[in-house]
């Protein structure tokens, strides 16, 4: 089993920036994918990010190229998605998910084994 804790969430003016964390423990060897997911009230959880613990690959979701970036702390076993220019429409709940799975569209959340409790993101203009 693994446990995702997020962190990192909180409040910030539109086109600002945030960095969020998300802290992964117990058996963490088959995990091959971490993303950021987000959910705003009323709407379907989405894709926003994933990079391949393997060989590092990265892809992001339309909507955040160019101001959102994954990293990962292999060492800490910690995956970070820093935000920048922050819009209104950033605004959600986003969750750090993990899979194991091998060629998957890594933006459906069926491909995703193991979910944190999420982190609050919350936009003022």
């Known amino acids: 089993v693994v446990q995702l804790v997020e962190s990192g969430g909180g409040s910030v003016q539109a086109g600002g920036s945030l960095r969020l964390s998300c802290a992964a423990s117990g058996y963490t060897n088959n995990v091959r994918y971490m993303g950021w997911f987000r959910q705003a009230p009323g709407k379907e959880r989405e894709g926003v990010a994933v990079i391949y613990i393997d060989d590092g690959d990265i892809y992001y979701a339309d909507s955040v190229k160019g101001r959102f970036t994954i990293s990962r702390d292999n060492a800490k076993n910690t995956v970070y998605l820093q935000m920048n220019s922050v819009t209104l429409e950033d605004a959600s709940m986003y969750y750090c998910?993990?899979?194991?799975?091998?060629?998957?569209?890594?933006?459906?959340?069926?491909?995703?084994?193991?979910w944190g409790q999420g982190t609050q993101v919350t936009v003022s203009s």
């Open positions: 998910a993990a899979g194991d799975r091998y060629y998957v569209s890594w933006f459906r959340t069926t491909n995703y084994k193991y």
